[in-house]
């Protein structure tokens, strides 16, 4: 079993018969922490990491957000060109509370650093380059997350975050993409995202 999904139902089995009448508050705030994991459908690998996230809800169904995620480790293996990455993604969310239940859709861009390969990175001299080689020198790449998922209260101030979605990672061109594919400019490349965690309200 994947350690995202013992940590949801780690969390959810805390919930307590008082949870039903928290409700959100116009004006509250959020902060949480969660396990991230998306997997690339270019270089077809999954990464695990942790973060952090805050959000502001204006009004009961509307909640404006900021969230950053650190994935340490190579990647993609056994040939990596990144050492760690850093995810940011800023964005609105929006569902209306049913009881202590709160399902929601999401839209927040944002980026991925990828830093510099581990160590040096032999690449073929053609033109255009494979996407792993242009990537291999670190890289900062525009990122969409579009998506949803429920919050659950726990108790009158916490609460258990279970979300999934498409992120798209815009990638620089001309390369190779990783089908063999030339691509004559950026392009993006859709990656399934999930996500689980559990905070603070205030």
């Not at 919930?15 to 994991?37: K, N």
């Not at 929601?104 to 255009?128: M, N, S």
């Not at 998506?147 to 916490?158: A, K, L």
């Amino acid at each position: 079993m994947k350690p995202a999904v013992v940590v949801t139902i780690a969390m959810l089995a805390t919930l307590e018969p008082d949870a039903a009448s928290a409700q959100a508050d116009p004006g509250r705030y959020d902060l949480g922490v969660q396990i991230a994991s998306p997997t690339s459908s270019q270089f077809d690998a999954s990464e695990v990491g942790l973060g952090g996230r805050i959000a502001w809800h204006p009004i009961a169904l509307v909640g404006v957000e900021a969230e950053i995620n650190f994935y340490p480790g190579d990647f993609p293996g056994p040939r990596p060109f990144s050492r760690d990455r850093l995810e940011a993604l800023f964005g609105m969310t929006a569902g209306a509370p049913l009881g202590r239940v709160k399902p929601f859709a999401r839209l927040r861009p944002g980026f991925v650093r990828a830093r510099e390969a581990p160590e040096p990175f032999a690449c073929i001299l053609i033109f255009p380059p494979p996407l792993a080689c242009a990537l291999a020198s670190g890289r900062t790449l525009f990122a969409i997350d579009i998506g949803g998922g429920v919050e659950i209260s726990t108790t009158r101030r916490t609460f258990a975050r279970v979300d999934a979605g498409d992120r798209l990672l815009q990638y620089p061109g001309p390369v190779f993409d990783t089908n063999r594919t030339v691509r004559d400019g950026r392009f993006f490349s859709h990656e399934f995202r999930f996500a689980a965690g559990a905070g603070l309200r205030f």
